[in-house]
């Protein structure tokens, strides 16, 4: 593990157990980036970009099997062309897919067919060096097996011209070298780090989960002096303190096009027809929605799903979501969460360490109350200074508390404070459109079951953002159930909770707001059932609206300060608290706006 304060030095080493073979894409990778071979060879990472899914495309063609390769002895006279052979070689631990091998005078050439164009160069055109490399790692397989193979060729399917590389000393030297580095990296319980100011990363499809730029800015960048990294600077009117250096890129898309479903009418049902989803009610088709531009489904209630539907969600990993009617979310399908069973280790090992729970929970507590605060102080009609003096107070206390109990005695005091502002931040007048038995005059904070209508937006609003850290936490590879300041408890994802503490006021609290106070909701939207108050449909078909806005919305990052919507900065604050619980960076960056 790696060297930060927070896994300990006699912490026993990991058990990792490694593949029987290496195969020759990775040693590519490898030469590529190894972080990149990291998150692929060892944890088990795929994302695809648009130069994954041509080469893949493209691959297919190519990927016919062909008749097996006659043993050496008897290749003098023939003259083969194969495709698809599967070779290994026991000594160096490597295997190869050849795309084609072609026989002549008793040598085997491997071709290899890749999607984009050659090197250009002064003398010419040349092989990438991650090509030559795989390349070569497919000759040392060839002679391995007792073939003689000199020289091999890429066919460069953009230019569609082939270039020739001759299996030198130096370049098996070099190979060799390199499959025993690339085996070290693999045994090593280190990921490599990011690669500085490359232009490979803006080309990586993996760079939304590596994030080199803000772990290199979270690591290297920090003053020497601050032991801890301070968001906030008290004596400087909460001004941010930012790592000292140039702008972080973004290098991930701001916003993401995929967007999320919500369906809410009771009774209809999900089927699929080919790439679509077909909605129907009754026997009447209600819409069709492409599943290739979607990032989630929420069913609110009673909606059926067919198993073929889920099924394919499942393999484009479109997170299902259930709902009750009233919105309390109960429950998710994911496909099968394989991936990246390290950090679930390194989560599940902090997670029983009470002084690192303390350390974390304390830092999400005071991000929470300083964005509460910010809250009041944008959006409150008449902000009241006693009250913003105090949450500045209670946010550094936080900092400082001695126990978990301790801490959640001052959030619940931060809590009666801030909703004691919150009727200030509504700006609807209470008679618009009320009835005898709702209007938006809210008092307190109740819950389970909300009692009035602000609080059935509220609690509507968390549930739906606990969703999406729920989704984001199964994204990175984390177990939602474990987290750190929230406890563990049967079907309560504790770790979403930890993570969207901080993002409450900014967001849930945020759409309910603008949704009261732009009449995208109005106090006829909402039903009583005995003590309870609940959205009609058509309201919480307009609270999704609201939501939806509010995630979409670019907010610029206090550390980066680049713009990123909501819903990206979501899971780019899971990722973060990855890289510090695998040891990257030393302290977990909560977000707290300006
Ligand atoms: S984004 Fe850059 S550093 Fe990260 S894996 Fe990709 S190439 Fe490597």
């Not at 060879?41 to 063609?61: C, M, N, P």
């Not at 090197?119 to 790692?137: P, Y």
């Not at 009617?325 to 090992?349: A, C, D, E, H, P």
């Not at 058509?538 to 509010?550: I, P």
Request: hydrophobic share 35%.
């Amino acid at each position: 593990m790696a060297s930060s304060p927070i896994h300990s030095p006699q912490a026993e080493p990991e058990r990792r157990a490694l593949p029987d073979y290496m195969p020759a894409r990775m040693i590519n990778e490898f030469v590529y980036c190894p972080r990149l071979f990291y998150y692929e060879q060892v944890e088990g990472l795929f994302a695809h970009s648009a130069d994954t899914i041509e080469g893949e495309a493209q691959h297919k063609r190519v990927d016919k099997e062909g008749k097996d390769l006659p043993p050496a002895e008897e290749l003098e006279e023939e003259e083969i062309r194969t495709r698809s052979l599967m070779l290994a070689s026991d000594r160096h631990r490597v295997i190869a897919k050849m795309d084609l091998l072609e026989v002549a005078d008793g040598a085997v050439t491997p071709v290899d067919y890749k999607h984009g164009r050659p090197r250009e160069t002064d003398q010419g055109i040349e092989l990438w060096s991650t090509d030559r490399i795989q390349l070569a790692v497919q000759g040392l397989i060839l002679r391995d097996n007792g073939y003689r193979s000199d020289e091999g060729m890429v066919f460069y399917q953009k230019t569609r011209q082939r270039v020739r590389v001759e299996f030198t000393v130096k370049l098996m030297t070099e190979t060799l070298e390199t499959i025993s580095r690339a085996w070290e990296t693999a045994a090593s319980e280190q990921i490599p780090a990011p690669l500085v100011d490359s232009p490979k990363c803006t080309r990586c499809s993996l760079v939304g989960i590596c994030l080199p730029e803000e772990t290199h800015r979270l690591r290297g960048e920090r003053p020497e002096a601050a032991p801890q990294l301070t968001l906030f600077d008290e004596t400087r009117n909460d001004r941010l303190k930012k790592p000292p250096g140039r702008e972080t890129r973004l290098l991930v898309t701001p916003r993401t096009d995929l967007r999320p479903l919500y369906l809410n009418s009771q009774g209809l049902r999900v089927g699929k027809s080919g790439a679509v989803l077909r909605i129907k009610e009754k026997d009447t088709v209600r819409q069709d929605v492409r599943i290739g531009e979607l990032c989630q489904v929420n069913l609110m209630g009673n909606i059926q799903m067919s198993t073929q539907a889920v099924q394919e969600l499942c393999s484009s990993e479109v997170p299902i979501c259930y709902f009750s009617r009233g919105g309390w979310f109960y429950g998710i399908t994911t496909g099968l969460n394989t991936k990246n069973v390290f950090l679930r280790r390194s989560q599940f090992r902090l997670a029983e360490q009470e002084w690192y729970c303390l350390r974390l929970a304390r830092r999400l507590t005071a991000g929470k109350i300083r964005n509460q605060r910010t809250m009041l102080l944008r959006n409150h009609v008449e902000p009241d200074k006693r009250v913003l003096r105090e949450l500045k107070e209670m946010a550094g206390r936080a900092e400082r508390a001695d126990s978990l109990e301790e801490l959640l005695g001052i959030e619940g005091n931060a809590a009666r404070l801030y909703f004691g502002s919150f009727a200030g931040m509504i700006k609807m007048e209470p008679e618009d459109g009320a009835t005898d038995a709702f209007s938006f005059d809210f008092q307190r904070r109740n819950r389970r079951p909300p009692r009035d209508a602000v609080n059935a937006l509220l609690s509507l609003g968390y549930s739906l953002l606990t969703k999406d850290f729920t989704i984001a936490c199964y994204a990175v590879g984390f177990d939602p159930l474990m987290g750190f300041y929230h406890q563990p408890r049967q079907g309560r994802p504790a770790l979403a909770l930890d993570l969207m503490e901080p993002f409450r006021p900014l967001v849930a609290d945020s759409a309910a707001l603008s949704a009261m106070n732009t009449k995208m909701v109005t106090p006829k939207d909402f039903i009583r059932a005995g003590r309870a108050v609940a959205l009609r449909a058509e309201g919480r078909k307009a609270f999704f609206r609201a939501y939806e806005l509010r995630m979409d919305t670019l907010v610029t990052h206090p550390l980066f300060d680049y713009r990123v919507s909501y819903r990206r900065l979501l899971e780019i604050q899971a990722r973060l608290l990855a890289r510090h619980i695998e040891g990257e960076v030393e302290e977990y960056p909560v977000f707290v706006t300006r």
